[in-house]
């Protein structure tokens, strides 16, 4: 395939996976965005109210960028793992394994479509956040790049999940038993520093701390940990899980017998 | 002498080891010219489908060479997987999906613009007649219709090699037969087909070249004619107007009777069947209508089959 070939077949990926998250929109848009709507409601309002502040910041604009995040994570992988792990479930991703689509097109096709839906969804987010809270931009190439890192990151994360998956049992267990408590625990409703020392440092191993908090940082200016650390890390991951996604595309028996 | 590039096809030393041990297919080596109408026929579990799956890429072997109008699969491969067209035994598009952007998504898989895949796409969706169900869900659409679609969807990219895995598998008769003229029509506009079926009256009417493979070994290659030329026996079935006190007897021919009104009778090939008719006529035994008892290929593939498992 020459580039321009290349670049319809990416183009053809990314528009059929934008049209299957905007198609069931009451499934995959509405939900996240009521749920966090509840989150910002009851954290930031009533309970926010008799918190008062944590790290100078109003409970509920220190909590808000951490709800942003974890919409944008959590509707990146969910958009990938269900989409290829249903393209697996009814042989449809055979017809993308018998085209000559380059592996690494179709890798990069899902990720982008799972980055459109976990940023669609992490904007809507932080439109409704604005009826809750008030807050400015301390830094907006630093929000914008980690949050597009994190999305890229989590859709990655999903894909490699995806074809591990034999069943839609397999597609939730991450999410829920691993995704969900990482995310809690990543410092989206706390500063670790009110963790004891042992605590804050056992934090320091969850990736998601580093994400939420250098998010926090491009709008509020105020972290718990090294903003230059938090984005190697991020690169890293992403990397690493991108290579052993192209590598199961290529090679992985769950594909190809 | 014709070079590989000739081929459509060329499979050498093929095989399969899959992980639980079971050799699906044994160093197979095949060659399908270009611009034939070709049949892999053999039992359930003889290898087809493997042969298929990894002809096509789903399925990695773990020996030999897979060309593609002499590309090599494992060097050339994008532009090897651009001349094939593959349309599965079973259903495997997305249910939730529109026909035409099933196609149109397709033909983007392959690099082509979505202008041109709409043109394409309307073309094959009329020439199988889906074009007044294009906008509507596929999980709708008839099992007949679903079929046709895998076909159009292997078409939409104009591949020079169509493989079509049981095309016809639970498709009524009358569908069965508009596929056959539509799939005769491509392969004459060019087209190589392949295709692998348990009816092998289809196999008979359709292709001009056969393999049959079995336990992953092809054990024979030949033209569809040369094969039929190996039959030495045919069998009749006559219906008789009268009833039959006893089997008739007439010299040189071997007659069965089935019931009171029908007979069966063995004819050999260098035999004509005139002395059978004069014979009956002469006992009085009035024959209403003569038809083929059995599927002839079917038979002879059977014996092929058998005679290579007693060897």
Known sequence: MNRYEIWI??????????????????????????????????????????????????????????????????NSYGNVVSSFYGSKFQRNIEELLVSPTPNIIILSGYIVGGMARGLLVGLIVSLVSLFF???????????????????????????????????FDDISVIPNFVLTPLVYLGGVFYSTS???????????????????????????GVTDIDIFWAFTMVTLFTLVLFLISLKLLRDSPRLRT | MKEEKDFALVLRELSKLYENGFQALSGINLEVESGDFFALLGPN?????????????????????????????????????????????????NQFEKPIDILVTQAGYYGISRSVAL??????????????????????????????????RALVHNPKLLILDEPTAGVDIELRRSMWEFLQDINEAGTTIILTTHYLEEAENLCRNVAIINHGRIEQHTSVKSLVRQLQVQTFSLDIKDKLPQVPVVGGYQIRKVDDHVIEVDVLRNQTINPLIAGLSDQSIEVVSMSHKTNRLEELFLKIIEKNESK
């Open chain 1, 133 to 167: 809270t008030d807050f400015s931009v301390f830094s907006p190439l630093i929000a914008l790049a980690i949050i597009l890192m994190t999305s890229m990151m989590f859709s990655v994360a999903g894909f490699l999940n995806a074809i591990y998956a034999n069943s």
């Open chain 1, 194 to 220: 009110l963790l004891s020392e042992f605590w804050a440092n056992v934090s320091l191993i969850n990736p998601i701390l580093y994400m939420v908090n250098t998010f926090r940082f491009g709008f509020s």
């Open chain 1, 9 to 74: 077949a990416f183009m053809t990926i990314v528009i059929r996976e934008v049209r299957r998250f905007l198609r069931i929109w009451p499934q995959t848009i509405i939900p996240p965005v009521v749920t966090m709507a509840l989150f910002f409601l009851i954290f930031g309002n009533v309970i926010g109210s008799r918190i008062g502040f944590m790290q100078g910041l109003p409970y509920s604009q220190f909590v808000a960028p951490g709800l942003i995040m974890l919409s944008v994570i959590t």
């Open chain 2, 119 to 152: 043109k394409r796409a309307k073309k094959y969706l009329t020439l199988l007649g889906l074009w007044d169900k294009r906008g509507v869900s596929s999980r709708v659409l008839s099992g007949g219709m679903k079929r046709r679609l895998m076909i159009a």
């Open chain 2, 45 to 93: 579990g003889a290898g087809k489908s493997t042969t298929i799956g990894i002809i096509c890429s789903l399925i990695r072997k773990t020996g030999g060479v897979v060309k593609i109008f002499g590309r090599d699969t494992d060097i050339n491969f994008s532009s090897a997987k651009k001349l094939i067209g593959i349309v599965p035994q079973e259903f495997n598009f």
